[in-house]
C-alpha cells in the first residue's frame, strides 16, 4: 500500500521535531580550563604619543603599548608608569603614586587615585599642572576619551591646586606641549623628506607662490621624478645654511656606498628658502 505524500511529509516533521527536543534536552559536555578560551582575552598592540614633563614643557613619545582584554586606558596608564627611554623625562608616576582604578564611562576616563598622592613632592611642587596634564594629554590620545576626571579614593579633587580646579574633567591642552621654533632649514629639509617619501603633495605645499604660478603641480611632479632619479640609492645627510639678506640657501649632502669597497659617492644640492606671509618657502629656479 503506497503511503499518501502529504502523510509522508508530516511524518517527516514530526521526527524531526522528536530528534530536535531530544537533543535540546541532552546536557553538552563541560569544557575543561585548558580548553576554555574567554572572549575578552587576549592582548594588541597599538602606537601612541606618550607625554612627558621636561624643561618647563611637555615632550612626547611616539610608543608601542600593549592593550589587554581591550583596557586601553588602563594600558595608557601602565606604560606612563613604565616611563620614558628618555631618563631626563618625567611624569606623575616617577613617584610612589598608587593608581586604585581607571575607567571610561561616556568617553570621561576616571582615574582614581589614592590620596597618598597628596603627600608626594610632585603634588606640592608649582609644576604639578604639567605632571596633570601629561597623563590627560597621554589619554587624550584615544579617540575614545575627550575629557579626564582625576579622583581621590573614589571622590572628586574639591580643593583648587595651585589655583587649577580639579573637581571637574579636564580636557586636553595643546599648548603645554613644546615645539621648536622653526627655521629656513627645517622648510628645505622636510620638502627633501617628502619627496622622498613619496608625499609630493606636501612637498609641493613647501613652494613659494611665486613657484606655483611658474611651475603647476604636474609640473612639479616632473621636477620630483627627477630629483628622485637624481639621488637614488643616496642618503640623505648633512646639511648646513648660508643666508644673504633675507634670504637662504640651504645645502643638502647626499652619499652612497661605492660598490662596497668602503667609498661613497658623495652629492651636494641646494635649494633656495625665502621668507612669506610668516612662513619659510621654498624657492625654485625656473
Not at 28 to 52: A, H
Not at 128 to 142: D, F, G, P, R
Not at 209 to 218: F, L, P
Request: charged share 25%; net charge negative.
Amino acid at each position: 500500500m503506497k503511503i499518501p505524500i502529504k502523510i509522508f511529509i508530516f511524518l517527516a516533521i514530526v521526527m524531526i521535531l522528536i530528534v530536535s527536543i531530544f537533543n535540546l534536552n541532552k546536557p553538552y559536555s563541560v569544557l575543561s580550563d585548558d580548553t576554555f578560551i574567554s572572549p575578552t582575552q587576549g592582548s594588541i598592540k597599538i602606537t601612541s604619543r606618550l607625554y612627558y614633563v621636561y624643561d618647563k614643557a611637555l615632550r612626547y613619545e611616539t610608543t608601542q603599548i600593549e592593550v589587554v582584554d581591550g583596557k586601553y586606558e588602563q594600558a595608557i596608564i601602565e606604560a606612563l608608569k613604565a616611563g620614558s627611554d628618555n631618563v631626563s623625562f618625567k611624569s606623575l608616576f616617577d613617584q610612589d603614586v598608587e593608581v586604585i582604578s581607571v575607567e571610561n564611562v561616556n568617553n570621561t576616563c576616571y582615574i582614581n587615585f589614592s590620596s597618598s598622592i597628596t603627600e608626594t613632592e610632585i603634588w606640592k611642587d608649582e609644576s604639578i599642572q604639567l605632571y596633570i596634564w601629561s597623563m590627560v594629554n597621554s589619554l587624550t590620545e584615544l579617540k575614545r576619551v575627550l575629557r579626564v576626571q582625576i579622583m581621590l579614593e573614589g571622590n572628586p579633587i574639591t580643593n583648587p591646586i595651585l589655583g587649577q580646579s580639579l573637581s571637574k574633567p579636564l580636557t586636553r591642552d595643546e599648548s603645554l606641549i613644546y615645539t621648536k621654533d622653526r627655521t629656513a632649514a627645517d622648510a628645505a629639509i622636510d620638502f627633501v623628506d617628502y619627496m622622498n617619501s613619496g608625499r609630493y603633495d606636501l612637498s609641493y605645499s613647501l613652494l613659494s607662490e611665486n613657484t606655483k604660478v611658474n611651475m603647476d603641480y604636474s609640473g612639479f611632479i616632473k621636477y620630483a621624478n627627477e630629483f628622485m632619479e637624481e639621488t637614488k640609492g643616496f642618503s640623505r645627510t648633512t646639511y648646513f645654511t648660508k643666508s644673504v639678506a633675507d634670504e637662504w640657501f640651504i645645502f643638502v649632502k647626499f652619499v652612497k656606498d661605492y660598490e662596497g669597497d668602503g667609498f661613497q659617492i658623495q652629492l651636494y644640492d641646494k635649494w633656495r628658502v625665502i621668507m612669506e606671509e610668516g612662513s619659510y618657502r621654498v624657492e625654485l629656479e625656473h
